[in-house]
């Protein structure tokens, strides 16, 4: 099983899941990793999180977020926010 599908049974999602096209360059190795470690960070709460908008950082010395939101949980370079 590939991580990236453990990371989804583990995790039951219903919404999109996206990687922005500057992450894909850098590898799935990385990007799984930092999406399963955004994923459990998304499952706490935090007093800044709204209904419309969860943000975290997930790996700061590469800039690395993750957002929820109605429609997708993105990960995502700082920049391309």
Known sequence: MTTRKAILKNNIINKQLV??????????????????????MLKLNDK????????????KGHGIWIIEDPQAITLLEKGDY
């Open 19 to 40: 990687i922005t096209r500057n992450l894909m360059g850098v590898g799935k190795e990385h990007t799984d990793i930092w999406m399963k470690k955004g994923l459990k």
């Open 48 to 59: 800044e999180d709204t209904n419309f908008l969860k943000l975290r950082v997930v790996d």
